[in-house]
C-alpha cells in the first residue's frame, strides 16, 4: 500500500469529524492522485466494447461490458488494486475505534465505506440540513459575551467559519469583516466606527482585521492602566498630605 512520504494515515476521530475527513481526503490525495476518483466513482472496471449485431432480425446496437478477469491488461489490474489500497488506507484509520470498523468491514468498497461513515458521523440529507440551519443561526446571532475580550471572541469566530463552509455555507470577506466588527464590545466601539469607514473591507483579511483591533485595545488598556495608576498616586498623595495637616485647637 502507498503512503505519504512516510506521513502516518490520519486516526479516525469521531467526535472531530469534519476535522479528520479533512486530514484523510488530504492524505489520499497525497498518497495517490487517482484515489480520491477512485473514492467519488467507485472501483475502476475495465471494459470492453461489444460492436453492434443482428439477432433474429432484432439490431442491438454496441454498447460496453465488464472484461472477464482474463482479459484484462497489466495497467488495468494496477488500476483495479487502487481501490483495495483504498480500502486498506480507511480501515487502518479506523483501528483504534473497533465499533465504527465494524460497521463498514462488510462493505466492498472504498466508496461504499465512505458513504457509510459519512452517514453513520453526520446523518443524512435531513441531518446535515438541520445542522446547517443551526450553525447559520449561531452565525446570525454571534455576538460578545459579557465582559469576554477580542481574542476569546476571534477564537470562537474563526471556529465557527470552518463549521459553515463544511457545511456548505460561505460568506465573503467583507460580509465577514462587518459581522465581527458589529459584534465588538463597546470599548471598541470607536475604532469599530473608524475601521468601517477608513478601510475596504473587501481586501483585508480576517486575521488582518483582528491584528489591527488588538493592537487597539492592548494600547487602549495600557492607557487605561496608566492613568489608574497616575489617580491612585495622586490620591494616595493627597491622603498623605491630608494627614499630616496638624489640627488646629
Request: aromatic share 8%; hydrophobic share 40%; proline share 5%.
Amino acid at each position: 500500500m502507498q503512503k505519504s512520504n512516510s506521513i502516518k494515515i490520519p486516526a479516525f476521530d469521531k467526535e472531530n469529524y469534519s476535522i479528520w475527513k479533512r486530514k484523510i481526503l488530504l492524505f489520499i490525495k497525497a498518497a495517490n492522485p487517482l484515489y480520491p476518483g477512485i473514492l467519488d466513482n467507485g472501483p475502476f472496471i475495465p471494459r470492453k466494447e461489444i460492436e453492434a449485431t443482428t439477432v433474429n432480425g432484432e439490431v442491438i446496437p454496441a454498447h460496453w461490458v465488464p472484461k472477464d478477469p482474463f482479459e484484462f491488461l497489466e495497467p488495468e489490474k494496477e488500476k483495479i488494486v487502487l481501490d483495495d489500497h483504498l480500502q486498506l488506507i480507511l480501515l487502518d484509520s479506523l483501528t483504534l475505534d473497533k465499533a465504527m470498523c465494524e460497521s463498514v468491514i462488510s462493505c466492498t468498497s472504498a466508496k461504499e465505506m465512505w458513504i457509510r461513515l459519512a452517514l453513520l458521523c453526520e446523518g443524512n440529507e435531513e441531518v446535515k440540513g438541520n445542522q446547517r440551519q443551526i450553525l447559520i443561526s449561531q452565525y446570525e446571532a454571534f455576538m460578545a459575551k459579557p465582559g469576554e475580550d477580542l481574542t476569546s471572541m476571534f477564537e470562537r469566530f474563526s471556529k465557527l467559519l470552518p463549521e459553515l463552509q463544511i457545511h456548505g455555507k460561505y460568506y465573503d470577506r467583507k460580509e465577514l469583516n462587518v459581522k465581527f466588527l458589529l459584534t465588538l464590545p463597546d470599548h471598541l466601539e470607536h475604532k469599530t466606527t473608524a475601521i468601517r469607514e477608513g478601510r475596504d473591507l473587501k481586501n483585508i483579511t480576517f486575521e488582518t482585521l483582528y491584528g489591527i483591533l488588538k493592537s487597539y485595545e492592548l494600547e487602549l488598556f495600557q492607557k487605561r492602566a496608566i492613568q489608574s495608576g497616575t489617580r491612585n498616586k495622586m490620591a494616595n498623595m493627597s491622603s498623605a498630605l491630608v494627614a499630616h495637616v496638624p489640627r488646629i485647637t
